[in-house]
């Protein structure tokens, strides 16, 4: 793809990646923060393009953010170096959880997360739903506070939920129900890691295929899709994706979903199943809502248009949906 | 040599075949006191074990053997019938299905394997009775369809029931399970699947309705595979039902099939209407026989009533034929002079049904009447047995001088041939069956003979009766268009009689009317009103405006975001300082 010709390009994903992992691994909170600055800073020239004045509003929004939340972190994980003897672990968890929660983009201060996903490419948008959720993810893990993180991801699945109902952009869209999505994320940590594990790579699995495949036709908007020329298998595993990213049942994006659900079941979580529950249901709904009226109801064919896929994409993207198709039915063999 | 070889005549030639092998397996059977049970263990889990088990005794195979026998001829007999019809294979194929399942029904001792036999029976009834593809076909179809669908859903709860007992051979706790109140409850539910199927009073209505199939099923269904399928799983549960309450509920509600089918038969001028009455009636009589616990006698009487029945619907096929596809017994007459040999069947087969001596009907048809005015029984139910039987010679006598006396009503100019040798051939073999097969029939399933002792009057009661009913059907015949005007005066009482006593109106007309009224108010309450509010079209607009209410949260400016963030976190941290 396009980025692996440049080798500044190169040289910031590797920070990127490496800075995540730096982060994750660290022992201590500084080590940590330092993998979250290395993280923004790799990340900056990877969203800017001198050609596109979006992208440049979206890496300034995302450097003002993404500076203000580490600052926060840093300040909260100093204070609480300072007062180490004072007994406010609540107050404190609560600072560092929201300075992570900023820094993922979580209820309430998602804000920045849909308008700078407006101004990236596909690709970008791809890394910022999933790559750079990982280090904020487990660093809530490690001094989460249960109390707090509970109405969060309610209000995630929530508001993830209201926020791509009326949505026509399919990024703000994606980022939205990446939001709906975290919530998922943060009751699966609150689980176990594994799980979360589990989660994080089927829903980044499920995230990959949309973004690539919008990136190759093209698409950043819901009417697009009613006049472009796709072949059927195309329509078919765009469909196939949605559903699965919704969590329609035999599809892979369930079996993520059902872990969770029977894990929070086994724990009386109800009041959060009940709302995830509820919730998935409406995103499944707006994503059939993009799915229906644009690919089975109305399409245009115009004669003038030529939409060429490379033919090892369409392979790619015809593995990757036969698995998102049928990965549950072939995963449960590893459990036999 | 493909004209000669017709579907039709190869139908024919297995089934006749199938039935000499049964008929000479039967003799073998009878002689030697044989019972065959062959199973096959399909699936056995949990201690359940689903068998597909089939019992040959000589019940099954005489049954068996007079349904092939009688398919055989009515096939037969429908090449010349049916030889303008287009979809003949489908329909053969249809009667060929039917017969199957009319034999699984038959040889299986296993209530799974009778399900499917019995729901064979009524999925194909419904196809053919709505193969003439109008209206009142489907009326009539969707009716039988829905009435045997109550039996179908008995006999599935009574697969439920039997659940307990680790298997679904039912041949086996007829005698050990007897006083079991499960073994009570399928009984129950068993009567009620044959009530359905043998269309018995409170769900009589589908027999004549189903009188808009074509003239062979009809033959076929009336004569011995759909109705007597219900008889003849009571025969086979007759075991387990003796000396049971709802035994009596049965007798009564047979007995007064047999007259309500009697009565009603009077007022009809359908042809096949009167012969499908009749049938209801006969029906009856085995029911009420089989409730008194004579279960041989019922089986007697099933087979050599399917015998002439049988004749009696090919015979009227015939008519309806050469009527132009009349079936008004008013426009009918004098047919004796026209088509002498047609008229004999037809009248054999009717005097049969009478139980006119030495014909096939008297054997199984005195027999019964005299065990019963043997047996310890109440005035009442002997009142419907006997004033039934004189009700059959009434409509039997009035139906034969509608068409063999008076003149020829249809049109002015006609020409009726009797020269249709096709049916006329397997016409035969059911006129020779319906002459000797009372006779063979009980030299050869009886072991020893009833004995029968009663005083000279009792003994000639049947024959009063029946003279009696011979004179009212005379004198009925002879009704013109004066006395028309005499069933007015009792209007209300004639319609009731006409209507069989407001049977359809019970199944059909006033069931669907409250459903169906019931059925529009809950669609414009519930289904356009309250549920489309709260739940489809009202979720949708909540969530709407909530999304437009985040969409302004989402358009603030951007240093708002950033302030509230840093505020939240100054005010955590001031409730830690503080």
């Excluded at chain 1, 209201?162 to 943060?186: C, D, P, Y």
């Excluded at chain 2, 007992?165 to 409850?185: A, C, H, R, T």
């Excluded at chain 2, 003796?242 to 009564?252: P, V």
């Excluded at chain 2, 047979?254 to 009167?274: H, P, Q």
């Amino acid at each position: 793809m396009l980025f692996m010709i440049n080798s500044n390009k190169m040289f910031f994903f590797f920070t990127l990646f490496f800075s995540t992992l730096i982060s994750i691994s660290s022992n201590s909170w500084l080590g940590c923060w330092i993998g979250l600055e290395i993280n923004l800073l790799s990340f900056i020239p990877l969203i800017t393009s001198p050609n596109n004045l979006l992208n440049s509003e979206a890496s300034l929004k995302y450097f003002l953010t993404q500076s203000i939340a580490p600052i926060n972190f840093l300040f909260s994980i100093l204070l609480k170096l300072l007062m180490l003897n004072f007994f406010f672990h609540d107050l404190f968890s609560i600072m560092i959880n929201s300075s992570l929660l900023m820094k993922m983009g979580s209820i309430p201060f998602h804000f920045w997360f849909p308008n700078i996903m407006e101004g990236l490419s596909w690709l970008n948008c791809f890394i910022l739903m999933t790559w750079q959720k990982i280090s904020p993810l487990i660093l809530l893990s490690y001094y989460m506070n249960i109390n707090f993180i509970s109405i969060i991801m309610i209000f995630n699945c929530i508001i993830g939920v209201i926020g791509s109902f009326n949505q026509n952009s399919i990024r703000k869209l994606m980022a939205f129900s990446s939001i709906n999505n975290l919530g998922w994320m943060m009751s699966s940590l609150m689980i176990s890691e594994s799980i979360w594990k589990l989660f994080f790579f089927l829903y980044s699995f499920l995230i990959m295929i949309m973004c690539i495949m919008s990136y190759l036709i093209n698409i950043f908007f819901i009417n697009q899709l009613f006049n472009i020329n796709l072949n059927f298998f195309f329509k078919i595993s765009i469909m196939i994706n949605f559903l699965s990213l919704g969590g329609l049942p035999p599809l892979l994006g369930f079996f993520s979903k059902w872990m969770i659900i029977n894990f929070l079941i086994m724990n009386n979580m109800f009041l959060i199943t009940f709302f995830f529950i509820m919730s998935s249901l409406i995103m499944i709904f707006v994503y059939i809502r993009i799915i229906y009226s644009s690919l089975l109801s109305y399409s245009f064919k115009f004669k003038w248009f030529k939409n060429f896929i490379k033919y090892n994409y369409i392979m790619i993207i015809n593995f990757f949906s036969l698995i998102s198709l049928s990965g549950m039915i072939f995963s449960t063999f590893f459990f036999i | 040599m493909h004209q000669k070889f017709s579907i039709c005549f190869i139908s024919f030639f297995f089934l006749f075949f199938f039935m000499l092998m049964n008929l000479f397996m039967m003799i073998y059977f009878i002689i030697s006191n044989l019972t065959i049970m062959i199973e096959w263990e399909i699936i056995s889990f949990n201690s359940i074990s689903i068998v597909m088990s089939i019992l040959l005794d000589w019940m099954s195979l005489l049954f068996m053997m007079f349904v092939l026998l009688i398919s055989s001829s009515v096939i037969y007999w429908k090449k010349s019938y049916m030889s303008s019809e287009i979809n003949l294979n489908r329909f053969i194929i249809l009667v060929i299905m039917f017969v199957l399942s009319m034999i699984l029904l038959i040889i299986s001792p296993n209530i799974i394997s009778i399900l499917l036999g019995w729901d064979g029976l009524g999925l194909i009834s419904y196809c053919l009775v709505i193969y003439y593809q109008n209206v009142k076909s489907y009326n009539a179809g969707m009716l039988t369809a829905l009435s045997n669908r109550i039996g179908d859903v008995m006999i599935l709860m009574v697969i439920a029931w039997m659940l307990n007992y680790g298997s679904w051979n039912y041949i086996y706790y007829l005698m050990f399970m007897k006083n079991d109140f499960f073994m009570n409850v399928i009984s129950i539910m068993i009567i009620l699947a044959a009530m359905t199927k043998s269309a018995q009073i409170p769900f009589s209505s589908w027999l004549p309705a189903a009188m808009a199939a074509p003239t062979p099923v009809s033959a076929l269904v009336h004569s011995s595979t759909l109705v007597t399928a219900g008889v003849y799983l009571l025969i086979r549960f007759n075991l387990l039902l003796e000396d049971m309450f709802m035994l009596k509920i049965l007798l009564l509600f047979s007995g007064l099939t047999m007259m309500m089918a009697g009565i009603s038969a009077n007022y009809e001028y359908d042809l096949k209407k009167i012969i499908a009455l009749s049938t209801l009636s006969q029906l009856g009589l085995m029911m009420s026989i089989l409730s008194m616990g004579y279960g041989d006698l019922a089986f007697f009487h099933l087979l050599t009533h399917a015998m002439f029945k049988a004749l009696l619907f090919m015979c009227a096929g015939v008519l309806i034929h050469m009527m132009n596809d009349n079936q008004d017994i008013r426009m009918m007459g004098g047919l004796s002079i026209f088509i002498p040999v047609t008229s004999l069947c037809f009248n054999i087969s009717n005097m049969a049904l009478c139980g006119i001596p030495f014909l096939a009907g008297f054997y199984s048809k005195d027999l019964i009447l005299e065990v019963t005015m043997m047996s310890n029984l109440n005035m009442m139910v002997l009142y419907l047995y006997y004033f039934s039987t004189g009700l059959t010679m009434f409509y039997t006598i009035r139906l034969m001088m509608y068409l063999m006396i008076n003149d020829f009503n249809l049109m002015s100019v006609y020409n009726l041939y009797d020269e249709d040798y096709i049916m006329l051939k397997s016409m035969m073999i059911l006129l020779f069956m319906s002459l000797i097969s009372g006779s063979m029939l009980s030299w050869m399933i009886f072991c020893y003979p009833y004995m029968i002792f009663m005083s000279l009057n009792m003994k000639l009661m049947v024959i009063y009766v029946s003279l009696m009913g011979g004179m009212m059907g005379w004198l009925v015949s002879k009704m013109n268009i004066y006395s028309v005007n005499k069933f007015l005066m009792m209007y209300n009482l004639n319609m009731f009689f006409t209507l069989m006593w407001f049977m359809p109106n019970l199944s059909v007309y006033g069931f669907n009317y409250y459903i169906l009224s019931f059925s529009k108010n809950l669609y414009k309450n519930i289904d356009m009103g309250w549920s489309e509010l709260f739940s489809g079209y009202g979720m949708f607009n909540l969530i709407k405006n909530y999304s437009l209410i985040s969409m302004i949260y989402q358009m603030n400016n951007f240093k708002i975001y950033l302030f509230s963030f840093v505020f939240w976190m100054l005010l955590i941290m001031l409730m830690i300082l503080v």
